[in-house]
């Protein structure tokens, strides 16, 4: 009896895995201007093999990583995202999505100023902002304030001060600001005043001024002086001499180009007295000039009272009016030469010094020369110094004390001018003594 073997072979095909792909993309900020970036997430299922094409990306276009992350656009355009997804069963799919990306605002405005910062000031504006679709500009405080063009027209300002610009530049997902700033300088005004000569502030004839120019806003001046010379000129700040006595006017006229003002002021000369006034002036005694309290030297012509340490090469030619006392009881008192004070004081030389003649004492001169103190008090002219013959005597030369007040003691100076000095008190302070004194001096020598 035989045995049936039947063997049964049993084949099972096995059943390919489908691809599905599927990935989602998130704009971020859902700002679509330029640099877009954009969040790939892909959801694709089956696959084991991705090939993406990121066209217009910065990424690498070709990526073939599951999840290529972030990728940036910087140029707006219309472009491709395509994923192409497989297994090793030989299944595969894909799936594209495309994506526009707006050219990005640049904004950049330039400003300039058509002639010069003057009112009314006159401004041109370039709009150099690419990628925005709509502009709103603000002019604070121009005409016109506001505008929508992209180029707008020229701009003109006219209050003094500083003034905003401002250009908004929009797209329909995005908007920028950008401000500048332009100044517009003050109103033109025309103004002056003038500095008149030092030795001239006494406004005899002649006199010369030097002006003083305020004017605002100016770039060119014209100015006319009546019965002046010079006549006219175009400086800022020029100087002028007036050598009539009268009422002189001084007018300045001034422009920047857009306005043009004027100005007239006056001013009087009187006549030429040829008689200078010193009044108040404070000498000290010996002690208080040596220790540079009260000086007792004086200069008819800087008018400046010089102590011990104000003395110089300069100084010393400039002095003609010495004055001794020896001590705070006023016994004994003299005026004296400044080139001899090294002979009756116990002053230092003066360097440079000169030689002016003094009658201390008219009472005891034995000479022609006289002045009371009405003289003196009524002197409004050199007409008296004039007939005064100026003589050095043993007795004009004599000391005085302050039993006779005031008293008038009378000088001529190297030069040739005559004077005449009145001594008004002698006030006690011990080593800081000091006398005080009106002067009336010759301008120039006869």
Not at 1 to 12: E, K
């Amino acid at each position: 009896m035989g045995i049936l073997l039947l063997i049964v072979f049993s084949c099972t095909k096995e059943q390919a895995v489908p691809v599905q792909v599927d990935y989602d993309i998130v704009v971020v900020n859902d700002d679509f201007s330029a640099p877009v970036q954009v969040k790939i997430n892909n959801r694709t299922t089956g696959a084991d093999a991705y090939q993406w094409t990121l066209e217009g990306s910065i990424s690498n276009t070709m990526n073939t990583s599951r999840n290529p992350g972030t990728i940036v656009y910087e140029e707006g355009g219309d472009y491709l995202i395509k994923l192409k997804a497989s297994n090793q069963d030989g299944e595969a799919g894909e799936k594209s999505f495309p994506i526009t990306v707006f050219d990005g605002i640049d904004l950049d405005f330039d400003v300039a100023i058509v002639k010069d910062d003057f009112s009314p000031v006159e401004v041109n504006i370039t709009n150099k902002t690419t990628g925005a679709s709509t502009y709103e500009w603000t002019f604070e405080g121009g005409i016109p304030e506001t505008s929508t063009a992209q180029h707008p027209q020229n701009v003109v300002f006219t209050a003094p001060g500083e003034h905003i610009i401002i250009l908004k530049a929009s797209t329909d997902f995005e908007s920028y600001s950008q401000q500048r700033t332009i100044s517009v300088k003050p109103y033109l005004e025309a103004d002056f005043g003038w500095e008149v000569a030092f030795q001239d502030d006494d406004y005899q004839a002649p006199v010369t001024l030097t002006m003083t120019n305020n004017s605002i806003s100016a770039t060119e001046y014209q100015w006319t002086f009546d019965r002046g010379l010079p006549q006219t000129s175009t400086e800022e700040a020029p100087t002028a001499t007036f050598d009539t006595p009268g009422v002189h006017s001084i007018t300045l006229k001034v422009t920047n180009g857009k306005e043009t003002k004027e100005v007239t002021k006056t001013f009087e000369v009187f006549p030429d007295t040829n008689l200078s006034t010193h009044k108040n002036v404070k000498l000290g005694i010996n002690t208080a000039h040596n220790n540079n309290n009260i000086g007792a030297f004086f200069s008819t012509t800087t008018r400046e009272v010089y102590t011990k340490n104000g003395v110089s090469t300069e100084t010393g030619k400039e002095i003609d009016i010495v004055f001794f006392g020896l001590d705070g009881t006023f016994s004994f008192n003299k005026f004296i030469a400044p080139d001899k004070v090294t002979e009756e004081t116990t002053f230092s030389a003066i360097p440079n010094a000169t030689h002016t003649k003094f009658i201390n004492t008219q009472e005891s001169c034995n000479c022609s020369a006289s002045l009371s103190e009405q003289e003196f008090d009524s002197m409004e002219d050199d007409s008296l110094l004039q007939n005064i013959e100026i003589e050095e005597t043993n007795g004009g030369s004599q000391h005085f004390t302050d039993e006779v007040m005031p008293r008038i003691v009378l000088f001529e100076t190297a030069d040739g001018r005559k004077g005449a000095i009145k001594i008004t008190a002698f006030i006690k302070e011990g080593s800081d003594s000091y006398i005080l004194i009106d002067i009336k001096t010759q301008k120039e020598s006869n």
